[in-house]
């Protein structure tokens, strides 16, 4: 069981910059980043292998945010810049422990946080 813990969301202006926190209760071989805004399908945005470092991203966000972890103490971070109005949703840190060629999908995904909002104004 790994528990996770989102923090860093807030509201920003169109441009901005923010960073979100994921703090973890153990070691996951995954680790990833969600968003889901209403009544749109959720997004996988970003995710980061914990053994390698390898990292992937959305096309919607690459270029733009950026994912880092620090193993030592179970934290995985979202430094998101450039930020636009439609990155305004429900930011989820996820974390998985199979392997998966497709780590921007959250089916496989164990273990989810409450999630913490991010609204971007133009």
């Known amino acids: 069981q790994v528990r996770l813990v989102e923090s860093g969301g807030g509201s920003v202006q169109a441009g901005g910059s923010l960073t979100l926190s994921c703090k973890a209760s153990?070691?996951?071989?995954?680790m990833g980043w969600f968003r889901q805004a209403p009544g749109k399908q959720r997004e996988g945005v970003a995710a980061?292998?914990?053994?390698?470092?390898?990292?992937y991203y959305s096309d919607s966000v690459k270029g733009r945010f950026s994912i880092s972890q620090d193993n030592a103490k179970y934290m995985v971070y979202l430094q998101m810049n450039s930020l636009k109005p439609e990155d305004t949703a429900m930011y989820y840190c996820?974390?998985?422990?199979?392997?998966?060629?497709?780590?921007?999908?959250?089916?496989?995904?164990?273990?989810w946080g409450q999630g913490t909002q991010v609204t971007v104004s133009s």
């Open positions: 153990g070691y996951a071989d995954f």
């Open positions: 996820a974390a998985r422990s199979t392997d998966t060629a497709y780590p921007l999908r959250g089916d496989g995904y164990t273990y």
């Open positions: 980061i292998v914990s053994g390698g470092g390898h990292t």
